[in-house]
């Protein structure tokens, strides 16, 4: 990896960097690959009447101004511009010509300031922007408009975006605006450079490095966020070393957040909580942390004054400092429940501490302490429902999706609707640590949208998690959507190609959540792989799909956690030994009878969580969607479900279908051969055999677990 140094005399700075140049024209060229521009590869528009229309429209740039984010502009729409139009397009002061791309805000623009639109960016906020055609000094241009600058790179990577998927900009006039307000990706990347449930290499962050040498990646990694949506970063694993609040690391991670400032990505941190500890003191058996203190107690006078020393000589080095996620008491992290006090509490005190430099908290709702409730999936919501309203203004709750872990598929967690006093923030899992890794094929766009529809009935019909957690339900002034990166220093970022789309829909989505998901693949493949019409349609269909495959081979019907103990990639339904809610066995309840957790009213009761009618859909065993049925249900071995089989006949049905559709996609891809990039190709080919064969071991390691069980037999395959 080429290392850019800081600090460094201005002659040397010039050698290195024509070293760079010389390298990116020789030598780097020949080990880069083709994926490392993710979706920003700006290849020549190859339809020649749409080529032809933006290279009328679009002839002179003209983005007066000289801030950072200016020149990243810039820089951008230079690179981009150039790529797609096949021709350099000339930086202008004046209006002279036809086709002139004029950028700004009222502040930075004459032109923009002139045109009198600062009632319409005002209603777009400081992240919004317009696109639109105009007269200037009678001459035709388009106008990428913002209130402020993080406007203007959102607006500009919006009309690269339209290029690259080849849209008509013949009638171009395009209002948006978030719909949430910190869109953050959560890295759960340790100190030591490895990357917990990441798949695709070490760390992007060289902390070794840091702060001193600045690796060009940073910048990448912050051009592919900003062109998605991403505003926000926790750059460190959630089960956080206290390390990460001492002096040394916090100048590091300046240097990262001085990276990241002018493409409108701020930085977060995961603490500890017992951070304020001596590192020789041991609390419930955790290890100390960097403090002074004998007790990390969040009512404690001396513990508060720590931290707000500690926050205030960070936002000293990080003036836009984002604020702190935080995993209390959960999975062995420490927390207020350590010293008899509330997740409100801990939360509030670490509020109070970013308060004044309108930092936040991001206290997180994954606890299942199994003195809460037998069953885990009713922990969370029973720890937290009753502390609704008693968190400071700054603070969200963040939830996970489901009610356990990121399973292929689980009900809502039903914390979303019941908290109406709490801005609730959304985790979703970018990174596929229950979904086959990096060696699987799996769009989780359609998972995200079926949480994001999903009703809650949280006030009769219409109460969509989506609605919730843009804060629009029940009026939330804080609005927040995490997901937990599936990146690291893989040559691809992400491991499996593929993978990129994960990373790329949940910006789409993060911004708008009302984007559907075959529209995002759409995107995703005319920018990142080709604009042919027959391509798109073979890959797009193949995603699609893939989702709902991936249960079938892994946990059908509402199976949930039954993968190998730890490494959660292949099965390992026998697993019954250690804490009872890390095995299979637990999850399954597999016995002669049937099969499934039974959640109901004569079970759990897990379902009463839910809003009515979801309640009685979820707790008649004749109503609940087949896709939960075993979620909430233990259901005998010969009820017969929708499809007129029985529930075995139905399991192996399902577990059939998964591994059909994997040879499917093999089929499908196989037919692209020489008309996409080759070594795009043989990537992907490769990783469907391994998937292939992951499946199958899936649907046959599962079978034949629960056929002890059903004490039936396993029907041949028939695939549709
Ligand atoms: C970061 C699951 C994962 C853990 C993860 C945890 C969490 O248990 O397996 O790796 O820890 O969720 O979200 O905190």
């Known amino acids: 990896m080429i290392i850019l140094y800081k600090k460094l005399p201005a002659a040397v700075l010039s050698l290195i960097i024509v070293a760079l140049i010389l390298h990116s024209c020789t030598g780097h060229k020949a080990v880069r690959d083709e994926t490392y521009d993710l979706w920003l ?20 740039l003209a983005a007066p101004g000289t ?45 923009i300031k002139k045109l009198k639109i600062s009632a319409v960016l005002d209603t777009l906020g400081w992240e919004g922007f317009i696109i639109r055609k105009a007269k200037i000094g009678g001459k035709k241009s388009i106008i990428i408009a913002a209130d402020r600058e993080p406007g203007l790179i959102y607006g500009t990577f919006h009309l690269l975006r339209l290029m690259q998927t080849q849209r008509s900009l013949e009638d171009i006039d395009i209002a948006s605006k978030p719909r949430i307000q910190n869109r953050l990706l959560n890295h759960w990347d340790n100190l030591d450079g490895t990357v917990e449930r990441g798949y695709a290499g070490r760390s992007l962050w060289k902390w070794e490095e840091l702060p001193d040498k600045i690796d060009p990646r940073y910048i990448d990694y912050a051009r592919a966020c900003a062109s998605i949506g991403i505003n926000g970063t926790v750059i460190n694993n959630v089960n956080a070393s206290p390390d990460i609040l001492k002096t040394e690391y916090i100048q590091k991670v300046a240097a990262l957040a001085d990276i990241f400032r002018p493409y409108g990505i701020k930085v977060y941190l995961s603490i500890n909580f017992s951070s304020p500890l001596k590192p020789s003191s041991v609390v419930g058996g955790r290890r100390g942390g960097i403090g002074n203190l004998g007790t990390a107690d969040p009512l404690d006078a001396e513990v508060r004054k720590w931290w707000e020393e500690k926050v205030a000589e960070i936002c000293g080095c990080i003036p836009d400092f984002g604020g ?33 430099y309108n930092g936040i908290v991001m206290w997180r709702a994954f606890v299942y302490e199994p003195g809460a409730d037998p ?145 995002i693949a759409d995107e995703w493949i005319r920018m990142s792989v080709s604009n042919d019409d027959e391509v798109v349609d073979t890959i797009k269909s193949m995603m699609m799909g893939s989702w709902e495959a991936c249960i079938n081979y892994m946990t059908p019907l509402g199976l949930h956690h039954i993968m190998q103990e730890g490494f959660h990639y292949g099965p390992q339904p026998g697993h019954d030994k250690g804490r009872p809610d890390w095995t299979s066995v637990y999850y399954h309840r597999a016995d002669g009878d049937g099969l499934g957790f039974d959640r109901s009213s004569q079970g759990s009761n897990a379902t009463s969580q839910y809003f009515s009618p979801l309640r009685e859909q979820f707790d008649d065993i004749n109503t609940c969607p087949e896709k939960y049925l075993l979620w909430f249900h233990h259901v005998k071995w010969d009820h017969t479900l929708q499809s007129g089989n029985t529930l075995w006949e139905e399991l192996c049905h399902r577990y059939c279908e998964g591994v059909g559709y994997v040879s499917g996609m093999i089929v499908r891809w196989d037919a692209l051969a020489g008309k996409i990039d080759d070594d795009i190709y043989m990537h992907v080919k490769d990783k469907l055999q391994v998937q292939l064969k992951d499946a199958a071991v899936w649907k046959d390691t599962c079978l034949q677990y629960f056929r002890k069980f059903s004490g039936k037999e396993i029907p041949v395959c028939q695939q549709n």
């Open 67 to 111: 801030s950072e984010t200016i020149e990243i502009i810039r820089e951008e729409l230079n690179r981009g511009l150039s790529g797609l139009l096949g021709r350099d397009i000339p930086e202008t002061d004046l209006v002279i010509y036809d086709g002139t791309l004029i950028i700004g805000t009222p502040e930075t623009s004459d032109i």
């Open 41 to 60: 590869k700006y290849k020549k528009v190859d339809n020649p009447a749409l080529l032809e229309e933006y290279r009328q429209l679009i002839t002179h």
């Open 324 to 356: 702190f996620l935080v995993k209390a008491n959960s999975e062995g992290m420490p927390g207020p429940q350590d010293y008899g006090r509330t997740h409100a509490d801990g939360a509030n005190m670490l509020a109070e501490a970013l308060s004044a």
């Open 375 to 519: 069953d885990r999936a009713k922990r969370s919501y029973k720890e937290f429902v009753p502390l609704d309203g008693q968190f400071y203004p700054n603070v969200l709750v963040q939830a996970k999706n489901g009610p356990v872990d990121f399973q292929p598929r689980e009900p809502v967690q039903p914390l979303f609707g019941a908290m109406p006093y709490t801005p609730l923030m959304l985790e979703l899992q970018i990174t596929q640590e229950y979904l086959g890794h990096s060696s699987h094929l799996v769009y989780l766009a359609p998972m995200w949208k079926e949480y994001l529809e999903f009703d809650t009935y949280a006030r009769g019909k219409g109460s969509e998690l989506a609605k919730i957690i843009d804060g629009t339900f029940y009026n939330y002034h804080l609005t927040g959507i995490a997901g937990v990166a599936n990146t690291g220093d893989d040559p691809n970022w992400c491991g499996h190609f593929f993978a990129q789309s994960n990373w790329y829909a949940f910006g789409r989505l993060a911004w708008d959540h009302t984007l559907t998901a075959a529209n």
